[in-house]
């Protein structure tokens, strides 16, 4: 019979991966306290939560939520890195941490119940936040908006300004 904390521990991933926008999956091990403290304060700061999880109740979750090819993932120390509304904040900060202590590793990704292999990190962490892409999205489709709208006047504009000058001979 499982015991109430392993139960506390799966009704709290279940709620995890219901609402996570993305979840980096870990390997630690290897990392002092001091470190791994260091890297929750960076995942704090960025509204990450970074926490160890047990791989059978990891394998619970992941097999209720019908999520496939994480086999590989579930194998040897887990820890996740878990965002709410910025899926590549974790990539960032990972990045940092992977760069100066060459840990922790990502062994797998997950964004909006999508599966991606350790590979793709690399992009992601390159990848501007969401706020700033969709700024740029925005500019992008406003700038043929602002260009049909001056084309537009520029015939118009032209028929007042010599509309103007007759009258002004007049």
Request: aromatic share 8%.
């Amino acid at each position: 019979m499982p015991n109430k904390n392993n139960i506390n521990q799966v009704k709290e991933l279940r709620d995890v991966f219901s609402k996570a926008s993305a979840i980096y999956f870990t390997a630690y091990q290897g990392l002092d306290v001091a470190s791994i403290t260091k890297i929750r304060h960076s995942f704090f700061k960025k509204n990450v939560d970074y926490k160890v999880a047990k791989n059978s109740l990891l394998k619970i979750v992941i097999d209720e939520k019908k999520i496939p090819g994480m086999d590989k993932v579930l194998k040897g120390d887990t820890a996740i890195a878990i965002s709410y509304d910025e899926p590549v904040a974790p990539a960032k900060v990972l990045k940092k941490y992977i760069k100066e202590y060459e840990l922790p590793t990502v062994k797998g990704i997950i964004i909006d119940g999508k599966v991606f292999s350790p590979d793709t990190f690399e992009k992601l962490a390159k990848l501007e936040s969401k706020e700033i892409l969709l700024g740029r999205l925005v500019l992008m489709l406003g700038s043929p908006l602002q260009k049909l709208v001056s084309t537009l006047n520029a015939p118009l504009q032209s028929t007042l300004s010599v509309l103007s000058n007759l009258k002004n001979k007049s």
